[in-house]
């Protein structure tokens, strides 16, 4: 069964750092996600992403965030300044939007800010 | 606004109990529904979709109310492994980002 895959699974990193989360969508899928879970509480959308453009974000995407789908088949978050609240799963997700319903989450990479 | 509300739990149940979930959702205009579950630190993964009339999958029925904008999951002959948390989720027109519950806990126990 195809699979949306994500890398790293765990990254620590220091306040103030940038990362960049990797995910590798399923090939014949046109809708890209991004979405967090902070510890505790309800998974949040980030960002959509369609046609190599943002198709929706949400008030969390702020400017410190940004995607980017290098080439054919990468899809990448980065924050470019992390703060102790960007501590979270992070979970990148795919869709067929011919298909009743296409959703695929990949299995998250838990980012840890000290 | 897009809120969907769910009973956080946890619900501690016998095996071979019979246990439903219930969710409320705030924005009438949601037209998919959904059913997830989530293990511990791991990603959701989607149980069953929600229809109108009603639907069972096996140990598993969905019910959707509109009028009520009220959505349930009820787990017949519960299991050790069916412990996770539940999380209901609901969608718009379009191809928009799905709207998710914070999800109830069940724990099953021997």
């Known amino acids: 069964e195809p699979e949306v895959t994500q890398t790293p699974s765990h990254q620590v990193t220091q306040m103030g750092q940038e990362v960049i989360l990797r995910c590798v969508p399923i090939?014949?899928?046109?809708?890209f996600y991004w979405y967090r879970q902070i510890l505790g509480q309800k998974v949040e959308f980030l960002v959509s992403?369609?046609?190599?453009?943002?198709?929706?974000k949400s008030e969390i995407f702020d400017d410190q965030f940004s995607v980017e789908r290098p080439d054919g088949s990468n899809f990448t978050l980065k924050i470019r300044s992390t703060k102790l609240e960007d501590s979270a799963m992070y979970f990148c997700?795919?869709?067929?939007?011919?298909?009743?319903?296409?959703?695929?989450f990949g299995s998250g990479t838990r980012l840890t800010v000290v | 606004r897009k809120e969907v509300e769910q009973d956080p739990g946890p619900f501690n149940v016998p095996e071979g109990a019979t246990v439903a979930f219930n969710c409320t959702y705030s924005?009438?205009?949601?037209?998919?529904f959904f059913w997830y579950r989530q293990d511990c630190r791991k990603e959701p993964k989607l149980l069953m979709s929600?229809?109108?009339s009603g639907n069972e999958d096996g140990r598993f029925t969905a019910q959707l109310n509109r009028a009520s904008q009220y959505i349930s999951l009820l787990i017949r002959d519960s299991k050790l492994s069916d412990s996770a948390t539940y999380l209901c989720v609901v969608s718009f027109p379009g191809n928009t980002p799905l709207v998710f519950g914070k999800g109830t806990r069940l724990s099953v126990i021997a």
């Open positions: 992403f369609y046609n190599n453009e943002i198709s929706e």
């Open positions: 997700a795919s869709s067929d939007p011919t298909a009743n319903y296409g959703y695929t």
């Open positions: 924005n009438s205009a949601s037209q998919s």
């Open positions: 929600v229809y109108s």
């Open positions: 090939s014949n899928h046109l809708y």
